[in-house]
């Protein structure tokens, strides 16, 4: 399976086949600047012959049980982890992210996706409750909801589009998946291994096209009940307009500004390179990354200066090579973009540390024309700057001064997002107080990005709809029915 070197063409996967489409979009190597792909532009018609499809294969595979959808499942993740190595080169290429994250991140995580629901779907129990004085008994079941509609994004290829995937036929649903029209490889890849896990024609659907014509079809289909969508919030926005007029069921994780507080008496050996790698990691196209970092006082300028150290060692170079701690930013338009904000930030009187606009970039002669961009600390910026409202989603950190633990509360909360938040500190007390008080769908304590996929995953304010993970999934993914019974 391995990503042949000449002009890749994607086809859609609908009814268990490969489908060629009538119009194809330029798909390019990040690292290189170059189109390798051609990756299909699917609209209305696709959607349809795809919902089709899905609405054809629902009625046998949610009759199946549990048990049987699990053994199904676990039998993809094992042939998905059998070609690990060609899907983490092919998401390397695909998006600019090293080949040592999606070795060791992307593709473990989607084999560990399908076999999580694979046995949790095992594990879920109903209600029941008794009114003897009525002679009746009450319980609960659950029902798959039918047609999933499934909307992936860029940064985390594989592992993002299989985290919706896995639940949702796991549930007993069918699903119309659409990952990002600028990383489809993988997901095209995956789609030649249905058939061998036995995954029957039409559960599961991928149709491969821009937000604006593919994701608007999915999105705007009547039969199709369930929206689940990572990205950005202003696309978020859009799909409520859309699925208003179906009430449709939602699941929407969208955009971060996310706060890292550093409290005096934070383990600065522990807390600088982990905050270092929460900043920077992926180039920064993390939803979770953090982008604000408050650092109390007494320690501002050792955390600084020490924080620009460690940030100095990371390497950016060809996702290719190994040694690599930054690979190329997702596109051209996105590099930019991500310029921008530094520009716009000094522009306003902020000081640029380290990172773009500082140091050169040293890139091997067949990556010039990539959209690299070396790790940038920003400080001596105001709360109110772009740089510290807006989601820049690239390898940009802020660091601030702050005196109080109620000041800095306030300060992390003062903006529209709320995904995830960091606290550094070694008095338990603290701890508690403060991650009861950030307003953050997920709080991390002297650690970050670990996980347990059994809680809950989701955020506040303008960070999203609903959560995902274990029971979530699986509430999100059925309908929860009570029946009577009068004896």
Same mark, same amino acid.
């Given at each position: ?130 009114? *003897?004085?009525?002679? &009746?008994?009450?319980? /609960?079941? $659950? ?5 999933? %509609?499934? +909307? ?114 934070? *383990?600065?050996?522990? &807390?600088?390179?982990? /905050?270092? $790698? ?5 180039? %920064?196209? +993390? ?201």
């Amino acid at each position: 399976m391995a990503v042949p070197r000449s002009l890749l063409v994607l086809e859609n996967f609908i009814g268990g086949k490969f489908v060629p489409c009538s119009s194809y979009l330029d798909s390019y190597d990040p690292s290189t600047g170059e189109v390798y792909c051609r990756v299909p532009d699917s609209g209305k018609e696709e959607v349809e012959a795809a919902v089709s499809a899905a609405r054809d294969a629902f009625p046998s595979w949610s009759s199946k049980s549990p048990w049987e959808r699990s053994q199904i499942m676990n039998k993809l993740a094992d042939l998905i982890e059998q070609e690990l190595e060609a899907f983490a080169q092919a998401e390397s290429k695909d998006q600019g992210k090293t080949i040592t994250f999606a070795r060791t991140v992307d593709i473990p995580r989607a084999v560990y996706n399908f076999r999580f629901f694979a046995s949790s779907i095992l594990h879920h129990t109903s209600e029941c409750t008794q009114m *003897d004085q009525m002679g &009746c008994m009450h319980y /609960t079941m $659950r029902v798959p909801g039918g047609i999933a %509609g499934l +909307i992936s994004p860029w940064n985390l290829p594989l592992y993002l589009l299989t985290w919706k995937i896995a639940p949702a036929i796991a549930c007993g649903n069918s699903v119309i998946a659409k990952p990002s029209e600028m990383t489809s490889v993988t997901a095209w890849m995956m789609c030649k291994l249905l058939d061998k896990a036995e995954i029957p024609p039409g559960v599961v659907n991928i149709v491969f096209g821009t937000g604006p014509k593919a994701g608007e079809a999915i999105v705007s289909h009547p039969d199709v009940p369930l929206i689940s969508f990572t990205g950005s919030t202003l696309t978020g926005q859009l799909i409520m307009e859309r699925s208003a007029p179906h009430c449709k069921k939602l699941s929407l994780e969208l955009g971060g500004k996310n706060p890292a507080i550093i409290f005096e008496d934070a *383990d600065l050996d522990q &807390c600088i390179p982990t /905050t270092v $790698r929460s900043s920077f990691a992926n180039q %920064g196209e +993390i939803c979770l990354c953090t982008s604000r970092i408050f650092v109390q006082r007494g320690i501002y300028h050792e955390f600084l200066k020490r924080f620009v150290e460690e940030t100095k060692k990371w390497k950016v170079g060809s996702p290719s090579d190994p040694t690599a701690n930054m690979g190329a930013l997702i596109s051209k338009e996105h590099l930019e973009k991500v310029k921008k904000y530094v520009k716009k930030a000094e522009a306003e009187g902020a000081r640029i540390l380290c990172g773009e606009g500082i140091e050169s970039l040293q890139l091997p002669t067949r990556n010039q024309n990539g959209y690299f961009m070396l790790p940038t600390v920003i400080t001596e910026v105001k709360d109110e700057s772009c740089c510290m409202q807006q989601e820049i989603f690239g390898p940009v950190t802020c660091v601030v001064v702050f005196d109080t633990e109620e000041e800095v509360i306030k300060r992390a909360n003062g903006i529209k997002y709320g995904l995830a938040a960091t606290i550094w500190s070694s008095n338990v007390g603290c701890v508690h107080r403060v991650a009861k008080r950030l307003q953050s769908g997920l709080v991390w304590t002297n650690c970050w990005l670990i996980r347990d996929l059994n809680l809950p995953f989701g955020g506040m304010k303008f960070s999203g709809i609903g959560r995902e993970g274990a029971k979530d999934s699986y509430e999100f993914f059925t309908e929860v029915k009570t029946i009577t019974i009068k004896h």
